[in-house]
């Protein structure tokens, strides 16, 4: 699976995605072709060498009529009324940004994901300002500007065939900007609201490094688990506006392939030790927790306090299933309490088909090994036939497996 790596160690904003993504082999020819599936032939992107701190980066423009939108243009929002009713032309509120998108000739899996990304910006800053996300106004010049950025970073990335997205912490600049409403502080209110739940680190660096389009772009596309373990295959820089003093201003990507066939995601173990309920119970709590959408259920023997052999119930659950299953096991067992923490999973990838035997359908759930495949018939489908027609379960299995050879 190709992975890509955003590290952010002097923040991250719209341009710096772009000019990595370029720096990193992605062709410019290819980028504006997907950006001309916008349909605005006023807008371009100029991409030029340069350097900061003698590390050579790609710095992207985005152009309108060939003149490059000016940094104070920054696509920050502006919610003020008196502003709105003096100039209503020259501001996009979030149906005007989207719409262009949904009719854009884009493939559908950029626009949704842009869609995701404009959306969650709203969200952030109709948060902060205390009005609904349809109400939030973009600056004309700052809209397209992020339309850009946000399109072309999502369809770079697909070009690249990236399939997952890892990111490093956020680091945070200090200060003030100036923004419609005047001088905001640094990070911006928005920037913060996007980045809950967020590794950041606060820096004294005196500038803007992380924007709200940057923001929004890498809260909604990355995971900031560790990256694992990959073969790497292109590095690439992007270069923000300014040249700190501080350190490199750059944003740098790295692609490459992981070893194998991976996918990654989080759950919730809740564990509880139990020594005292009637065996028979078991069997119903764990239809019960299976049923209510628990990813796996087991109990282990185990020795407790006092030399008591007992159970360690053990259920994995999604996050937001966590109040519900830990009251499911408190009802309906004897123990009086139970822990639970986060625990990291990493999968081979399958998917669900089906075959036909000559019992009938049974679905086939496919595992995705490096270099072959693994076919599981589904216990539910082979039991219910070897019922059904009154045979072994072992010889509806096998006929599963046959009907898979032939496929």
Do not use: W
Not at 120 to 130: F, I, Y
Request: proline share 5%; hydrophobic share 40%.
């Amino acid at each position: 699976m190709k992975i890509a790596y955003f590290d952010c160690f002097s923040g991250i904003s719209g341009d710096m995605v772009l000019g990595a993504l370029i720096d990193a082999g992605l062709e410019p020819a290819l980028l504006q072709e997907e950006l001309a599936k916008l349909g605005r032939r006023d807008i371009s992107v100029v991409f030029t060498d340069t350097s900061r701190h003698a590390i050579a980066a790609t710095r992207a423009e985005v152009c309108i009529d060939n003149q490059a939108i000016a940094p104070l243009q920054e696509h920050h929002l502006d919610l003020s009324p008196r502003r709105r009713q003096r100039h209503d032309h020259a501001h996009y509120n979030l149906a005007d940004v989207l719409n262009p998108i949904r009719q854009s000739q884009l493939d559908n899996a950029v626009k949704d994901r842009a869609i995701q990304v404009f959306e969650r910006l709203a969200k952030a800053e109709a948060a902060v300002h205390g009005v609904p996300a349809e109400q939030v106004h973009l600056h004309e010049v700052g809209a397209i500007d992020a339309v850009v950025d946000v399109v072309g970073a999502i369809a770079g990335l697909q070009l690249l065939g990236v399939e997952q997205i890892y990111a490093s912490p956020l680091r945070l600049g200090t200060g003030f900007v100036k923004c419609a409403h005047g001088r905001y502080p640094v990070p911006v209110p928005g920037v913060l609201e996007l980045c809950r739940g967020i590794p950041c680190e606060q820096t004294d660096i005196r500038a803007e490094l992380v924007t709200p389009t940057g923001a929004a772009l890498i809260t909604s596309l990355a995971s900031f688990d560790p990256v694992p373990p990959m073969r790497q295959e292109r590095v690439g820089y992007g270069a923000g506006k300014r040249d700190l003093a501080e350190g490199p201003n750059l944003l740098r990507l790295r692609i490459g392939e992981t070893a194998a066939q991976l996918e990654r995601d989080r759950l919730v173990l809740i564990e509880a030790n139990i020594d005292d309920m009637n065996p028979e119970i078991y069997g119903y709590l764990f239809d019960l927790l299976l049923g209510q959408g628990a990813k796996d259920v087991y109990i282990t023997p185990v020795y407790m306090k006092k030399g008591r052999p007992g159970n360690l119930l053990s259920v994995l659950v999604e996050a937001d299933q966590v109040e519900s299953t830990a009251a499911t096991i408190l009802a309906e067992t004897t123990t009086i309490g139970v822990r639970y923490h986060t625990v990291e999973r990493r999968k081979l990838k399958r998917r669900i088909t089906q075959v036909t035997t000559p019992y009938g359908p049974v679905r086939l759930k496919v595992v995705d090994l490096e270099k072959d495949e693994r076919a599981v018939p589904e216990y539910e489908d082979c039991a219910a036939l070897a019922r059904q027609h009154n045979v072994p379960l072992q010889t509806v299995y096998a006929a599963a497996h046959a009907a898979t050879r032939e496929d």
